[in-house]
């Protein structure tokens, strides 16, 4: 409990704070990873056409800007085109998963995936995986939902400038 609302401080601090949104988004892949105990977190922005890969904690850290997914496309282009959060326990058995070769994804199993809103406008996905299967708590799924909004202020915030 006290060690989420640290890390959420951390990343409140990090939103508002004058650093390039590169190296923020990097950072709070970092935060969430750690803090969920899960083996990889991602994060890709909507550009208007696409959902880009911009900040990574597992995959090649040269598929970020180059991965990208179509509005509907795999889990992560789902949740975004739903405008919803996405659990899928197993994604072996889920049709709508999507490998990609230059990510050299290990067998993940369990995926979150948190689009990244305002006001029905998308910014973004956050994505958490694990290689074992996981069940997200409530509250685990709550944290993951408060640091999608703080990603979405980080981003206006720099939209603005």
Request: cysteine-free.
């Amino acid at each position: 409990e006290k060690m989420e609302i640290m890390t959420l401080e951390e990343i409140s601090m990090l939103a508002s704070s004058d650093y390039d949104l590169n190296e923020v988004l990097q950072s709070v892949v970092e935060k969430t990873a750690k803090r969920l105990g899960v083996d990889v977190s991602s994060i890709y922005l909507w550009d208007g056409k696409e959902l880009v890969l911009r900040a990574t904690t597992s995959f090649r850290k040269e598929a970020i800007g180059k991965v990208r997914l179509k509005l509907g496309e795999g889990i992560t282009g789902s949740a975004a085109k739903e405008r919803k959060p996405i659990i899928v326990k197993d994604v072996s058995k889920d049709p709508r998963y999507k490998r990609f070769a230059e990510l050299r994804e290990q067998d993940y199993t369990t995926m979150l995936s948190h689009p990244i809103i305002h006001k029905g406008e998308l910014f973004g996905v956050l994505n958490v995986q694990t290689i074992a299967p996981k069940d997200f708590q409530e509250d685990e799924m709550y944290f993951v939902s408060v640091i999608a909004n703080m990603l979405l202020s980080a981003i206006m915030i720099r939209k603005k400038v």
